[in-house]
């Protein structure tokens, strides 16, 4: 029976990697169902942390899905098991687990905006994570505790605590510099450049653009190696991030020129990602590339080839919005049809942007159907306040102040305590960035400005 739960959790994983989400379930779910019998009769602790792993990867399966209740329910579980099991036998593995499985809780609640409640969970695992690291001093202690570090810098700045973001974050880039130094394997220089861009961006949050290049072209450099040795999956993903990065703040900075050389190296990892076999993951990675090589076409003037690569990045969002049915994808092809619309706009073609943006409202509007997320509910009033401006630009003011209604309205709905506010703002002014890449920033709409304007004060 061992033998074969070993089996079918190694199945879930790899229908996982594939997309398979529902056979995946499957395999888990016998999974599961094997180790609680088996821990019924043995009661040894390898058996009740077996099904820890099951709720691990079951939780983690229903989170990219958008399950979040489900997943809540695997993850508290999880919580209590573990705690059980430290209490019996406090070993460092057994509170290792207690800090992994807060660290989950925090994940879902922040996802689901809930940041008050995710900071807390993040904490306590914090207080755990820097006690192992004190008492063993190990580099996987020393690489746990990074990852802690990392995920209250993450609370902070999603709260416009860019202060406070930017000394966790720094903590993090001192422990894994130390754990890569110590330790001379290519997956702890990846965490080096993840620490690196962590702190760029919290640096660029702070206005402080010098700072952040120098630290994306660092994690660029640390990367570049390393990615050739971890796998071509996750080392490509990791060399992307800096790559993305330096792209949007070339456009962002008005220099298209440069972001042409990074755009093509990061079409060239997303190619590798998404050769032969394919995972969703190296789909989506060549969807997003997709993307940035149509921004930088579009700062260039080059509006047909910035059609072309939208276009691709659509076909590629919508494939895979329709295979895993995961918000995230879904996302995706809502930002594609946006940008394809912002592009109509530009050279004219009013009927045709309608066309995209009522596209990227059916699209914005199914997922809130499906999901209520606060991240869905926030793009679609992203997608409200376009098909306002283009109504107000073809001279139809009253339908325009209709959808700038639901706009208002729809963001009023999302969550009210000040962090989630704070994170949703963040968002927005994000996406602003993106169309000032386009040159529309003064196209804000005045709920945006109104929902922005009286959270001004921290940041």
């Given at each position: ?11 879930g ?8 989400l ?11 169902e094997?180790?609680?019998s ?7 602790p390898e058996s009740l ?6 709720l ?5 399966l229903e989170?990219?899905e ?6 809540r ?7 209590a098991l573990?705690?059980?099991?430290a ?8 509170h290792r ?6 660290s989950?809780l ?10 008050a409640?995710?900071?807390s ?6 207080v ?8 063993l ?7 746990g505790?990074a ?9 902070n ?10 000394s966790?974050?720094?903590q993090?880039?001192v ?9 001379a ?10 620490a ?11 206005g ?16 570049r190696e390393?990615?050739?040795l971890v796998?071509?999956e996750?080392g490509?993903?990791c ?9 949007d ?7 298209p020129e440069?972001?042409r050389?990074y ?14 076999g ?25 509006l ?7 276009e691709?990045?659509?076909?590629l ?15 995706d092809?809502?930002?594609?049809c946006?940008?394809?619309g912002?592009?109509?706009?530009e ?5 045709e ?12 509007e ?17 997608v ?12 139809d ?10 706009c208002s ?8 305590e ?35 304007k ?6």
């Open positions: 029976r061992q033998d074969v739960a070993s089996v079918v959790v190694k199945l994983y790899l229908e996982q990697q594939e997309g398979n529902a056979a995946a379930r499957q395999h888990y779910c016998e999974h599961l094997i180790v609680r088996l821990a019924v009769h043995l009661r040894t942390q077996s099904i820890v792993v099951s691990e990867r079951l939780g983690d989170r990219a958008g399950n979040l209740p489900v997943a329910g695997h993850f508290e579980e999880y919580l573990a705690r059980n099991q209490e019996k036998l406090p070993t460092p593995a057994n687990s207690v800090s992994l499985a807060l989950r925090g994940d879902l609640e922040r996802i689901d905006g809930n940041l409640k995710a900071r969970y993040y904490e306590d695992a914090l755990i994570a820097r006690e192992l690291a004190r008492k001093d190990t580099p996987a202690c020393r690489r505790l990852v802690a570090l990392e995920r209250m810098g993450n609370i700045r999603d709260v416009g605590r860019f202060t406070e973001a930017r966790f974050h720094e993090q880039l422990l894994v510099r130390a754990v890569a130094d110590q330790v394997v290519p997956l702890h220089r990846l965490d080096v450049t993840h690196l861009i962590r702190l760029g961006d919290v640096e660029l949050a702070l402080e653009a010098n700072k952040a290049r120098q630290r994306y072209e660092e994690g660029l450099s640390t990367v390393p990615a050739r796998g071509i996750s490509a993903k060399l992307m991030l800096p790559l993305e990065r330096l792209v703040l070339e456009l962002v900075e008005g220099r440069n972001a050389e755009v093509k190296e990061l079409m060239s990892a997303a190619d590798e990602m998404n050769g032969a394919a995972t969703p993951t190296g789909r989506r990675a060549k969807a997003l590339a997709c993307a940035r090589v149509g921004d930088v076409a579009t700062a260039e003037a080059d047909s080839e910035a059609r072309r690569q939208y691709a990045c659509l076909v969002a919508r494939d895979l919005s329709h295979q895993m049915g995961t918000p995230a994808y879904g996302r092809a809502v930002y594609a946006l940008r394809l912002d592009l109509a706009c050279t004219g073609s009013l009927a942007a309608d066309e995209f943006y009522r596209n990227a409202l059916d699209l914005a199914s997922l809130v159907a499906s999901n209520q997320l606060w991240k869905n509910r926030r793009d679609l009033a992203v409200l306040e376009r098909i306002a401006l283009l109504c107000w630009r073809e001279g003011a009253d339908t325009a102040r209709i959808h700038l209604a639901e309205q729809v963001l009023e709905q999302l969550p009210v000040a962090d989630a506010a704070n994170s949703t703002r963040n968002a927005i002014l994000g996406l602003t960035d993106r169309l000032n890449t386009l040159g529309r920033l003064a196209k804000v709409s005045a709920p945006l400005l109104a929902f922005a009286p959270m001004t004060n921290d940041t």
